[in-house]
């Protein structure tokens, strides 16, 4: 888990358009997990439902990182297509 910097919640702020446009709705930069440690959490809580959002969250960071293969290999096609023009 680590803390969002006022570049990142910048970022992605700009990515969503909910709550007040200024702050979103955040007084303080919010913490965030990494795909290990939503992991290293699943392990320690043991409820259902803490077991089903952890399974959720870690299906969503599978989704993403498929979803970044393919842009990469979107990019790299891209910039052969460039390289020929």
Same mark, same amino acid.
């Given at each position: 888990?680590? =803390?969002?910097?006022?570049?990142?919640?910048?970022?992605?702020?700009?990515?969503?358009? *909910?709550?007040?446009?200024?702050?979103?709705?955040?007084?303080?930069?919010?913490?965030?997990? *990494?795909? =290990?440690? +939503?992991?290293?959490?699943?392990?320690?809580? &043991?409820?259902?439902?803490?077991?089903?959002? &952890?399974?959720?969250?870690?299906?969503?960071?599978?989704?993403?990182?498929?979803?970044?293969?393919?842009?990469?290999? +979107?990019?790299?096609?891209?910039? =052969?297509?460039?390289?020929?023009?």
């Amino acid at each position: 888990m680590f =803390q969002m910097t006022h570049i990142e919640l910048e970022d992605w702020k700009s990515r969503f358009a *909910t709550s007040k446009k200024e702050k979103m709705g955040l007084r303080k930069l919010p913490y965030v997990f *990494t795909e =290990q440690g +939503v992991a290293m959490l699943s392990s320690v809580l &043991n409820s259902e439902t803490a077991i089903e959002v &952890n399974i959720g969250i870690i299906r969503v960071f599978t989704r993403m990182r498929e979803m970044l293969i393919t842009q990469k290999d +979107v990019l790299l096609k891209l910039e =052969q297509i460039e390289k020929r023009y």
